[in-house]
């Protein structure tokens, strides 16, 4: 084999290094751009804590983002939504389902609500596996959405201090941004 061949041989080799290499960055660049659209997951949140989560969806929160507060190794855990009404008129709301896995928590949650002075709605579906709602609005009222949250952790699926996983749906990722005011 000549010199020349060497070198052509040589720039191939490099060709073929410099495509893999490329290839291995955008496969890493495709990973974390993947990565970076999924939900925000914190496992282990002490429920003290839970009101800075709810602040944060009040806050950052899109029309219709949500969070859901569930109980580790359970299937129990509530949802907390947000709806923009427009005008500044901004909405907190629980919806708590009548579904299979919250039978045996629906009696309890209700006379929890009723017991607490909590006014609520039933709001009903057309489906087969969730048959209705226990719909709860607090406004713009944080701590109080933040107390109801830790009644239902405490008296309804009875979990006294233990930590919870919070997990954010359509939240906005800037700290501080206030969406729908």
Not at 6 to 11: H, K, L, P, S, T
Not at 28 to 44: I, L, M
Not at 83 to 96: A, K, M, R, S, T
Request: hydrophobic share 45%.
């Amino acid at each position: 084999m000549g010199a020349d061949h060497r070198i052509v041989f040589r720039e191939h080799i490099l060709m073929v290094i410099a495509t893999i290499v490329m290839i291995c960055v955008l496969l890493v660049a495709a990973y974390f751009w993947h990565e970076g659209k999924k939900p925000a997951v914190h496992r282990n949140v002490p429920q003290m804590d839970l009101e800075r989560y709810v602040i944060t969806l009040l806050h950052q929160g899109l029309d219709r983002g949500f969070m859901i507060i569930k109980v580790p190794g359970s299937v129990a855990g509530v949802q907390l939504s947000k709806h923009i009404e427009g005008n500044g008129v901004v909405n907190l709301q629980l919806d708590f389902p009548l579904a299979p896995w919250s039978e045996r928590y629906y009696a309890i949650l209700k006379k929890e609500m009723s017991d607490a002075g909590m006014p609520f709605n039933i709001v009903k579906t057309s489906e087969q596996v969730v048959k209705e709602f226990t719909q709860i609005r607090f406004g713009k009222d944080a701590a109080k959405a933040t107390e109801i949250i830790r009644l239902i952790l405490r008296n309804v699926f009875e979990v006294n201090d233990s930590p919870i996983q919070v997990h954010f749906e359509n939240v906005s990722p800037k700290v501080g941004e206030k969406v729908g005011f």
